[in-house]
């Protein structure tokens, strides 16, 4: 049991967040990776919440994690989207051993050692198909990788990342863990964006990248992958989770609005009826999103049964959410006035990193297409 067993995930969340705000500014601008957030997660056993306290994390479960995301968030955006890849990936593998999976070794290594964990698969989605059009060749008893991905998400920072591939002989479904350090495995500097600039979502290249059979993670064969049980189960921890960092830029925006009550350049303009008004509609959106969060989180966080029924309940907490969220910071900055328009206003940032929230897949329609589907399945 680690050191970290007995805190409060939440709280530690917060107290980070505190002390990323001082830096969000200065990480946005320049696009810099969050490397010293990073070792302050590392330090304080953030990057190992969601392990088992028996494998010597902190045995946070979904629900406790997407609330410490949400708290994260407020501090750093950036920082806690670009951490979200590998809390995820953390939390299916800690579902995995605790229903009987071989996932005990990859877990106990995230405790004692430390690493990052990435992920990516966005050439699928960029191109509206999700078969992969990166490759993986068995040759000699190993497979051999070959492809470019888009928004891997931490790449300065990663140790390991997880992408997905199509076996060129079965044409099959194959995800990987592919260590950084592999030769043939390089990163380039893309992303230059208007919002989450610090994730440093940069591009992968992949060029005969050898990696050993072991590597392989799972075969999900000629399926669509929101059909796969493993990938539904990553959509669950990454949907509920990701829902919680655009919930928690909402949050800091709406501190922020109130705070900036009759200190904006047009609030002379205004009567204090049209600011309630305003408040009322900012805060009608942001309780929609924390409570159609907190609702599902509680929902999905023990282990579903059925993990396809569970699908739905994490795609449309993302939908809605984000959707919201956007709303709330719209509003906070409408609240604020022209203040909130200058580069050194954080609510200026904050509109900028919440927008990202459209683009994490499913994404709108497709992603009302996938829960309308399931939902419609299980009235039949």
Known sequence: MSKEANVDVIELAGKLANEFRGTAADYDRTGEFPTANYDRMRETGYLRAAVPEELGGMGAGLAQMARAQQALARGCASTALAVNMHQFQVGVAA????????????????ADEGPILASTGAEAIVAGDWSPSTTAERQDGQWVLNGRKF???QAPGMDVVRVNARD???GDFLVFSVARSAAGVSIVETWDTTGMRATASHDLVMENVQVPEAAMGANLGKVQPMRAGPLVNVGRWFLTLVSGVYLGIAEEARAEALKAIGTGVNSSHRNDVLTDVMVGEMEA?????RSVHETVARELDAFPEDMQAALPRAILCKEIVTARAIEVVDKAVEIAGGRAYFRKAPLERLARDVRAGRFHPPASPVSFQIAGE???EKSL
Request: hydrophobic share 35%.
């Open 95 to 110: 579902d995995g051993w605790r229903n009987g999976g071989p996932t005990e070794a990859f877990l106990r290594r995230v």
């Open 151 to 153: 928004f891997c998400s």
């Open 168 to 170: 060129t002989e079965s």
């Open 285 to 289: 959106a942001f309780l929609t999103a």
């Open 374 to 376: 399931r939902v419609r």
